[in-house]
């Protein structure tokens, strides 16, 4: 629309070469728009007519890397010093920022509407503690797997969303309750199956994964919880003839990886597309019948005063994959916690109560 000479764009990826190519064109201001990642923020401009932030909710704003700050707020300063207009986009706006809107330091824009004739699925919660009693094991709940099958036989793409990565999410001994843990991190090491590995999702360090617990002895080392390469395998045993991939940090690492995955879902070859939120990032599919949540508690019960705010969010936006062409399509909520007002206000699409609940709780 504007020219590829007019736009400049600065991430991470970039070479230093490349940057600094990009950072100069901005600065002699023959690129006039300037398209990145959160540290586009600093991008050196002069004249700002307008700055856009999508998906304003995302944590991924705050930097905790050096040096440290919020991308909106720094956005709001650069944008009040040039007296330029500053526009927030997101599905399910930050409780902060939505806060900022009622009391009219920001403008609230809504858009009621799905753009063109697509319609919201219709959001179902299924109760995982009566799958338990009644002797189900699997991640997949047997409504999930009808649902599967009737999306399957009506030609209809899955996507199912399952908010952790690797196999098994924690490794312990069930004899004298050792769990294997980060040395330098202390959180708990997940199980990733395709390399055979105990993986520390925080800073990446690798470990053997034993044959006998490290404390006791014992040989019956056990694997807990499920990630997104255990639901690809139990998918994959349910369904053999249908076509099946997964999208998360593990699968994208590779340059080509990612766009092979989308690609592949778009073009229909792929029924069965496994993810963690990598998933919700407005990806754009047209013939998503079915949405599956296996495990909407993980984001719920992190220790953080956010986790209901996150949790509200992910539901939503992968909600929101279902049902872009159209055509009737339905999302299944799995959790352990039906009774949780967050669950159920994310089910509705009601966020104002969701808003006014939080409200509270801070």
């Known amino acids: 629309r504007f020219g590829s000479d007019k736009i400049a764009t600065l991430h991470s990826r970039l070479k230093k070469s490349e940057r600094l190519s990009e950072w100069l064109r901005i600065r002699r201001g023959e690129a006039k728009i300037v398209i990145g990642a959160r540290t586009s923020v600093f991008a050196p401009l002069d004249n700002i007519g307008v700055i856009v932030i999508d998906e304003e909710h995302e944590s991924t704003y705050k930097s905790d890397h050096n040096p440290k700050y919020e991308t909106v707020d720094v956005a709001f300063k650069r944008a009040s010093l040039s007296s330029a207009v500053l526009v927030l986009g997101s599905a399910t706006p930050g409780v902060t920022s939505y806060f900022r809107a009622k009391q009219g330091i920001y403008e609230l824009i809504e858009m009621k509407d799905r753009i063109g004739d697509s319609i919201m699925p219709k959001l179902d919660i299924v109760d ?153 990032k407005g990806l754009d599919f047209r013939n998503v019948g079915l949405v599956g949540i296996i495990n909407a508690d993980v984001s719920l019960n992190i220790p953080d005063y956010r986790s209901s705010e996150r949790t509200y969010q992910l539901i939503t936006q992968v909600a929101g994959r279902a049902g872009r062409t159209g055509g009737e399509s339905s999302v299944l909520i799995q959790t352990y916690e039906p009774g949780s ?22």
């Not at 009644?134 to 999930?144: C, D, K, Q």
């Not at 639901?231 to 940090?249: L, N, Q, T």
């Not at 007002?341 to 801070?362: M, N, P, T």
Request: one cysteine or more.
């Open 128 to 280: 995982m503690r009566k799958e338990a009693a009644a002797g189900n094991t699997s991640v997949i709940s047997r409504e999930l797997a009808r649902r599967i099958d009737g999306a399957l036989a009506r030609k209809e793409q899955v996507i199912l969303f399952l908010n952790r990565r690797g196999f098994s999410t924690r490794i312990l001994c069930p004899d004298c309750g050792f769990i294997m843990t980060c040395p330098d991190c202390g959180i708990s090491l997940t199980y990733h199956k395709s390399v055979n590995a105990a993986v520390c999702h925080y800073c990446g360090r690798k470990f053997p994964v034993p044959e006998k617990c490290p404390d006791c002895g014992s040989r019956f080392i056990r694997y807990a919880g499920a990630g997104t390469e255990k639901v690809e395998e139990e998918v994959k045993r349910i369904w053999p003839g249908a076509g099946v991939d997964r999208f998360d940090i593990d699968t994208a690492s590779a340059a080509d990886d990612p766009v092979k995955v989308i690609n592949d879902f778009q073009k229909g070859k792929t029924d069965i597309l496994v993810g963690t939120q990598l998933l919700a």
């Open 341 to 362: 007002d967050v669950i159920r206000e994310a089910a509705a699409g009601d966020y104002e109560s969701f808003y006014e609940s939080e409200l509270l709780h801070r």
